[in-house]
């Protein structure tokens, strides 16, 4: 299984995130972590395209982070596999979590917050998609 891309930006008090398909790694999951923890982060708009392997113990370490500042979060995919991870999550104490459709990415980001300019924040998360694309020279199949 190839090892997952991790992309992140801020965007005011909002952190958008990208993962592509595969392993996702500690080290970039650590740094994702520490971006997290170190900017005053309200929101977390969490995209991924494809199948991502997150362990446990992965898991265990995003769900700390992101309970303990009771951040509110939307997850945007289209793998249910995905979606069963974000559950068994909410299982381990993160809240105030919910899941979308790609093709409802711009109501992924009026969930976090409705007063946000949601075309740069879907902007800034098909910058991610594209870039992943252009270095895997594949091509997302999804609702745009």
């Known amino acids: 299984m190839p090892i997952s891309q991790l992309q992140w930006k801020t965007l005011d008090d909002m952190l958008i995130g990208f993962i592509s398909p595969g392993q996702l790694p500690d080290e970039g999951l650590d740094l994702l972590c520490q971006e997290l923890q170190a900017k005053p982060v309200k929101?977390?708009?969490?995209?991924s395209y494809g199948v991502v392997d997150v362990n446990s113990m992965q898991r265990k370490k995003v769900?700390?982070?992101?309970?303990?500042?009771?951040t509110k979060i939307a997850?945007?995919?289209d793998e249910r596999l995905v979606r069963g991870i974000v559950t068994a999550a909410s299982w381990l104490g993160l809240r105030?979590?919910?899941?979308?459709?790609?093709?409802?990415?711009?109501e992924a980001v009026g969930f976090l917050e409705p007063r946000f300019d949601v075309a740069?924040?879907?902007?800034?998360?098909?910058?991610?998609l594209e870039s992943w694309e252009r270095s895997a020279g594949k091509k997302a199949k999804i609702a745009r």
């Not at 929101?43 to 995209?47: A, D, F, K, Q, R």
């Open 63 to 70: 769900v700390d982070v992101l309970t303990g500042r009771g």
């Open 120 to 128: 740069r924040a879907v902007g800034i998360v098909m910058q991610m």
């Open 43 to 47: 929101t977390y708009l969490s995209t």
């Open 75 to 77: 997850v945007v995919t």
């Open 96 to 106: 105030n979590v919910k899941t979308f459709a790609w093709a409802d990415v711009t």
